[in-house]
């Protein structure tokens, strides 16, 4: 089995880049993902704008565990919705990376990132080994 996976890993270090076929499965998975972080982005952004001042602001009384969780909880979805934006924008320069026929390509290495990487992470721009050298420095 160990030998077949390297077999396999040989193979994919000798292309120079993804097929049309497989760019297109990969196109597929990425506006997938994209449509769902979109929807995510826009639950975070109303729960931010709905979480905003109303009436009970003016009540004389303070309710200060209350209103520091809901300060909490505003920061979390604004935190949240950052992560998401950012998600997106990786995911749309995936998509710019297929069109233009480089995706998959490390930018460290120029070696074919494993299918399996972008499978699991498709707006991956390095392999493994030149991520975990780049998390050393």
Request: net charge neutral.
């Amino acid at each position: 089995m160990r030998l077949i996976l390297n077999q396999h890993i040989m193979e994919e270090n000798k292309r120079v880049r993804y097929s049309d076929e497989e760019l297109a499965e990969f196109k597929a998975l990425i506006e997938k993902k994209l449509k769902e972080a979109r929807e995510g982005l826009e639950v975070y952004l109303e729960a931010c704008e709905n979480a905003g001042n109303d009436t009970m602001d003016t009540s004389p009384t303070f309710k200060n565990l209350e209103e520091g969780s809901q300060v909490l909880a505003k920061e979390e979805n604004a935190q949240q919705a950052a992560r998401l934006y950012k998600y997106i924008q990786n995911l749309e320069s995936a998509l710019l990376r297929i069109q233009n026929k480089t995706y998959g390509i490390c930018q460290r290495t120029g070696k074919l990132i494993p299918k399996e990487r972008l499978l699991s992470v498709p707006h991956a721009t390095m392999c493994i080994e030149a991520k975990l050298e780049s998390k050393k420095k």
